[in-house]
């Protein structure tokens, strides 16, 4: 079972090994000069004004609640996808299943939309 | 077990190898189809043809002066082209480039891991990536990159839904979340005659994935000036470039796996072939793959942007709703006919 | 748990900015992404063209005259020429005068091409750029042939041009036409009606025609708005009112009136209609004269003021000079089109995205030689 993950464990080393070696190699090779002024965050060449790092205003932060909502249902479509032809062997009944899940899921879209929660401001 | 091993190793050494050589020579092809879109040349002064372009680009970088603004996160600053460009090489691993040769006593895969959440593997890892861009952006202390960044989740939430409902129908079809699976089950048939509609929604997302043209908001020049990796320089502004570009090479792929049959040949049974058919089921793959990597520099130099809103309209408002109708269409059809 | 309230973001948006055309700088709050307030600051390219009029003679003044709008120096020149004509009552021949309107004409859609171009280009499309500039290098062919200089001409003198026409333009110029008629379609089919594009920029940005005519918006942004108004035919100067041509106003064909779209659109249209002009100008154009024989040696003025207004490829460009008597101006004000229509930008741009505040910055053309001059 484990040994289908022993490529990627070693893929994982690989990859971060080089990412390292090569950042490494970054260091050592590129050229230092700096000044105060490269170091200051670029703001389309004026001296910046304020600190970035400004309490946000996120205009979507609804829609990022209701995705989350949405997303985990989405994973749960996946297993039911995966069993979908063994058990309609047995029955229709996963069919009706999924439908009413999948009705109520709608409902909520259509409910969402229609409070105007996809849309901004 | 030591076999074992070093054929893993050899597999791994191969795809990131070729990951390298593809993603260098995907941005001279880049510049190259610019060129030819634009009427115009394209780099050809390094090398015949340009073809030393990426080599001399790649020292360039390296060679650069690599600067961190002294007001950012420093961690997470240094962090971010890295958490973009790890799950890019890695996500890669589990799409099969081929149909496997015998030798050694076994059966080689031409895949470096067969496991069986294989899709599911591809999603999570590549969510990773967004991270990437959200922290980078938000680490650097600028006001563009924030923007940039807050786009970059902004973008996320758009397409995610859509691209994770129009695979469904395809794990419907298959019953398998294996690759594997999903590329021998469309042996004389490819998905997306079977899936038409879940391929064009696969096709939008996965162009929202890799931050692409006309999805690329993130970055969007005219707008955020560089957007996430303003502050970026040196090497690890190619980081990200590299982790964008092993996006595009990994989308493509996967576009062919799951809905051009991967590495079937149409008509021939490559697994009945031996060596000649390995050779032949791997180039089967790459010119899938590279039209589909064509595909993307095309639409880049022909297509304007989107606003972000409109892509959240475009993501909730249509390919949602599509993709759930897809599926149910899928299921009913399967179940009743 | 206490009430976290959300800051207003102030960004500068240039002087060293992809989208704003040159160096102006937007400095804009935001809320969001939603543009709050914006204030422009100009200047960065201010040369101190009026006060430096003041001590050069008329004719020394036209290479000035070309460095405001860059983009349509001919059109800036031919604007100057005609208020130190109308000062001096010159009568000029009819060759010079229909030699200028093919190089204003020309001028023109060079000017338009940049736009399209450039606004293209803030919207994300970057092919479209190159085949503008593709285009626009063709006619920069034709001013290097006839002036030997490509951006800045030094052409059109007061009294006359300084070259006559070479040998080969008359039919160099129809080969051009030619050319570039089809090209517009290319231009309809890779941006104008794209639907991502029309997404982008119909129904945003809209600048109504009663809110156009307050901040004294002129040129193509005016009949974007739905103003028939153009000054060559409502005001007719030179020999405009010889040829057969129409005024393009919008129609708001996929959005509303006054929308980035139609603001782009017009421009489209504009161009084929110069290029009819020009067509015209080659049929009628009268054999050989002298070109120069009506340039006066030295400019003698008589005590006054003059103010003539022609239409630029931005809008109305008008030069108020007021005269001592000698050969110097005692001073010379300059109505820059693009000032004024950039002067709209802080009312329209409230409450528009980041992205559309691009649009329409893009949309209204700027170029900043001319606004800060």
Known sequence: ?121 | ?337 | MPDLKTEEMVVQMGPQHPATHGVLRLEITTDGEIVKKIDPHIGYLHRCFEKHCEVLNYHQIIPFVDRCDYLAAMNNEHGYVMAVEKLLDIELPPRVEYIRVIMSELNRIASHLVALGTFGLDIGAITPFLFTFRDREKILDLFEMTSGARLLYNYIWIGGVAFDLPNGFVEKCFEFIDYFLPKLKEYDDLLSYNKIFIARTAKVAIIPPAVAIEWGITGPNLRASGVDWDLRRDEPYSIYDKFDWDVIVADGRVGVLGDSWSRYYVRVLEMEQSANIVKQALEGLPSDENVKSAVPRKVKTKEGSVFFRSENPRGELGFYIISDGSDIPHRLKMRSPAFCNLSAISDIGEGLLISDLVALLGSIDIVLGEIDR
């Open chain 1, 1 to 121: 079972m484990l040994g289908e993950y022993l490529p990627l464990f070693f893929l994982g080393v690989i990859v971060f090994g080089l990412i390292a070696v090569m950042l490494f190699l970054v260091r050592l090779l590129q050229p230092k000069r700096r000044s105060e002024t490269d170091l200051e965050p670029y703001e389309s060449g004026t001296t910046p004004t304020s600190f970035a790092r400004t309490r946000f205003s996120v205009k979507f932060f609804i829609i990022a609640i209701i995705f989350i909502i949405f997303d985990i249902e989405v994973v749960f479509m996946y297993p039911w996808a995966v069993v979908f032809k063994e058990l309609l062997n047995i029955g229709t009944f996963i069919f009706i299943e999924m439908l009413t899940f999948l009705g109520i899921l709608v409902v909520g879209l259509i409910y969402v939309w229609k409070m105007g929660a996809l849309e901004w401001d």
């Open chain 2, 1 to 337: 077990m030591l076999t074992d091993i070093a054929i893993i190793i050899t597999k791994i050494m191969i795809v990131i190898g070729g990951t390298f050589t593809a993603v260098a020579y995907l941005i001279l092809a880049e510049r190259k189809v610019a060129g030819f879109v634009q009427e115009r040349y394209g780099p050809n002064r390094v090398g015949i043809w340009g073809l030393l372009q990426p080599i001399a680009d790649g020292v360039k970088t390296m060679l650069k002066e690599d600067i961190t603004p002294a007001k950012a996160n420093r961690i997470i600053y240094h962090l971010a082209p890295a958490m973009v460009l790890a799950p890019a090489l890695v996500t890669f691993a589990v799409v099969p480039f081929g149909s496997g040769i015998d030798a050694f006593g076994r059966h080689i895969a031409f895949q470096i891991a067969d496991i069986n959440i294989g899709i599911l593997f591809i999603f999570a890892i590549t969510s990773i990536g967004v991270y990437g861009v959200v922290l980078g952006g938000w680490s650097s202390n600028n006001k563009y990159s924030l923007l940039g960044g807050v786009r970059s989740s902004a973008q996320m939430i758009s397409y995610e839904l859509a691209l994770g409902l129009s695979v469904v129908g395809i794990l419907l079809l298959t019953g398998s979340l294996r690759l594997n699976d999903i590329v021998e089950a469309q042996i004389g048939m490819w998905n997306v005659f079977r899936q038409p509609v879940a391929f064009m929604i696969f096709l939008v997302a996965v162009f929202a994935e890799t931050n692409r043209l006309p999805f690329d908001l993130a970055e969007s020049e005219q707008e955020l000036i560089a957007g996430y990796h303003i502050e970026y320089s040196g090497f690890k502004y190619s980081m990200f470039m590299l982790g964008e570009y092993s996006n595009i090479i990994t989308a493509s792929a996967l576009i062919v796996t799951l809905f051009f049959g991967g590495w079937t040949v149409p008509f021939i049974d490559v697994t009945k072939l031996g060596h000649l058919g390995a050779f032949l089921s791997v180039v089967s793959f790459a010119v899938k793959t590279g039209f589909f990597l064509f595909l993307y520099l095309w639409v880049r130099w022909t297509l304007p942007r989107f606003r972000y809103d409109q892509l959240m309209h475009l993501g909730w408002k249509i390919l949602l709703p599509l993709a759930l109708l897809n599926l149910l269409f899928t299921a009913a059809w399967i179940t009743y006919v």
